[in-house]
């Protein structure tokens, strides 16, 4: 089996059940998505931006920080991020008592920066995400544990624990998909989703701009891109890595890609429709059902996911103005 068995994805839901949100799910099918929705049997969208810190992030941060020795505890945590996983790693170590030390780059939502601050971590800014990269690698040199954002087995169970979930709330889906950064989420929910559905397809969205899981299997190796351009900052990952890709090379049927003006669009309906007010990656799903994806996608039940949201008024009003 590559990734987690159902059995270690059953008990690290039950792990976390103490302080991790059930996200809801709601169909979209209300009157106002009729001339919006491709022409599918069913759409279904999976609530994650309701779990605890806006993300799906959370859960992996809170399976990893559990799982630390009282020694490495001791020795406190650090994770280089300017988005939903500095977010959840502030949240989880403070939950569990453990210091935690967040490396960002100055171009960073303040709204993020001051939610770390408020989960009591230590922030410290860099000219840009290399930056950032480099005084966590430094640090974890120094004796802090790296919370990887992705490319951890704690992560890659704590997105399958979404996935398991997901199914268990809408068994009839036949079609997810899936927003890819890192590659962390789409792994482990479609590691989850195969082994409960192996008919049951995965795909998996990336910005043009940022493809790197698309290029990654289409070469059938993991990737790095030379530059990353997209307005979804919580899907720039400029690499694929060794664990995360094999997974999801394991279990997931295709990438589409979709450019940043198909997320604003989608953004727009979901504030239009549900008032949610959503950043670029928590629109990726939607922007992909309702562009690459959508003539092939009649009399299928789809399930897209609200992936999390984390992005200031200020942040999504420039970016909304300057579509």
Known sequence: MVGPTLTEISAAAAALEDAIIRTPVLPLSASRWERILPDCASVTLKLELFQQTGSFK??????GIRNLTADQRAAGVVAA??????????????????????????????????????????????????????A?????????VMMHPFEAAHM????????????????????????????????GMACAIKQTNPIAQVIGVEPFGADSMYRSLEAGMP??????????????????????FGIAQAHVDRVVRIDDGEMLHAMAHYQTNLRITAEPACAASLAAILGPLRDELAGRHVGIIACGSNISLARYAALMEAS
């Open 58 to 63: 959370a859960r992996g941060a809170l399976l």
């Open 81 to 134: 991020s300017g988005g939903n996983h500095a977010l959840a790693v502030a949240w989880a170590a403070r939950q569990a008592g453990v210091d935690a030390l967040i490396t960002m780059p100055r171009a960073t939502d303040p709204e993020r920066i001051a939610g770390c601050e408020a989960l009591g971590a230590t922030v410290q800014l860099y000219d840009d995400m290399a930056g950032a990269f480099t």
């Open 136 to 144: 966590m690698n430094t640090a974890a040199e120094g004796g802090r």
């Open 156 to 187: 890659i169970l704590g997105a399958a624990t979404c996935g398991q979930e997901y199914q268990s709330q809408a068994p009839d889906i036949d079609t997810f998909v899936i927003p890819v950064g890192g590659g962390g989420l789409i792994s």
């Open 223 to 244: 990737l790095r891109l030379e530059q990353v351009d997209t307005i979804a900052d919580s899907l720039g990952s400029p690499l694929a890595m060794p664990m995360s």
